[in-house]
């Protein structure tokens, strides 16, 4: 048997491979950018390990062999789930190996930019002679309401935090209940009225159809002048030239963005240029012990399938 990495996004992968020695699985690490690429380095592959490369219909069906697609993290929109599924083809992923890692680098993103800490740094270390009054305002937590963009269990694990330090906190998740609701003491909106009514928004909605460009034109229209928007959940969540023009017009007060539309950042993108813009390079995911825990989680899912099991994280059911 054997296990393909479609593309590189790690340094080293001894976890992966200690695993899959110990089952008498050939492991390769390989990286590629065009289907005719994996295609070609996958031949003979009974599952396949991917990070950010698109695997295809057409990859699928040209690997006869294929049982079982793993995505290293939450997201799985860079594989063709119909495709797997008509294929038999065992999509899995690994949804629980940075719950903390994600929700803590949200917060830190949401408390800076509310203090305004990058914009202070910035200016005095450009020479600057400014008080705390050239930025303001500032407002105290506890006037502040946080609205969360889909309530998973990132979300929640970062509403428990919000509310410790004394913000309120409202979300929007049609598919959560108000069972759960009142479990961690929030109240759940429409979108509109989260738009309308929060000072800080979160963006924690996986990337489906129906969140595709959710905050768009419209949607920042609806938005108080004085708000934040933090992302750690997918980039084209946020349509990404609507978001720089409301900033530039000041249309909205800031926002703190760990993941884009387009990733790596373009050398040319106007946000690049926003002093009120914090921006990190796709890393809320990230801490030594979740990056292990998640190359454990998604090895095994792999060795599960090939071993005549199914995955202990299982995408597509059938």
Not at 28 to 41: C, G, H, P, R
Not at 48 to 68: D, G, H, M, W
Not at 231 to 244: D, L, S, Y
Not at 275 to 302: C, G, R, W
Request: proline fraction near 3%; glycine fraction near 4%.
């Amino acid at each position: 048997m054997k296990v393909v990495v479609t593309d590189i996004s790690f340094k080293a992968y001894e976890e992966e491979k200690e695993i899959f020695a110990k089952n008498d699985i050939e492991f390769v690490i390989t990286n590629n950018e065009s289907e005719e690429d994996i295609i070609e380095a996958a031949k003979g592959a009974d599952g396949l390990l991917n990070a950010n490369v698109q695997i295809t219909r057409k990859v699928i069906e040209s690997l006869p062999n294929l049982k079982v697609v793993c995505r290293y993290g939450i997201g799985y929109d860079t594989i063709d789930i119909q495709a797997a599924t008509d294929n038999k083809v065992y999509v899995a992923n690994v949804p629980d190996y940075c719950i903390d890692e994600v929700a803590d680098h949200a917060l830190t993103l949401l408390l800076t930019s509310s203090r305004k800490i990058t914009i202070m740094n910035q200016q005095l270390k450009e020479g600057k002679q400014i008080t705390v009054f050239d930025v303001a305002p500032i407002h105290r937590f506890r006037t502040q309401t946080v609205g969360l963009v889909s309530f998973g269990h990132i979300a929640r694990n970062l509403c428990q935090k919000l509310k410790v330090i004394g913000f309120n906190v409202i979300a929007y998740d049609p598919f959560c209940g108000e069972e759960i609701a009142k479990e961690y003491g929030i109240q759940l909106v429409s979108f509109k009225e989260l738009l309308r009514t929060s000072d800080i928004i979160s963006v924690h909605a996986p990337l489906v159809k129906d969140t595709y460009h959710l905050i768009d034109e419209e949607a920042l229209k609806l938005v108080k002048r004085s708000a934040i928007i933090v992302n750690t959940g997918r980039g084209p969540i946020i349509k990404e030239q609507a978001i720089i023009e409301a900033l530039q017009e000041k249309r909205i007060a800031g926002a703190a963005l760990d993941v884009l539309e387009k990733e790596p950042i373009d050398s040319n993108n106007p946000l690049l240029k926003l002093d009120n813009v914090i921006l990190t390079p796709h890393a809320a995911f990230y801490s030594e012990e979740s990056s292990s825990e998640m190359k454990q989680k998604a090895a095994k899912n792999i060795v599960n399938v090939l071993k005549g099991d199914v995955p202990n994280y299982w995408v597509n059911p059938f």
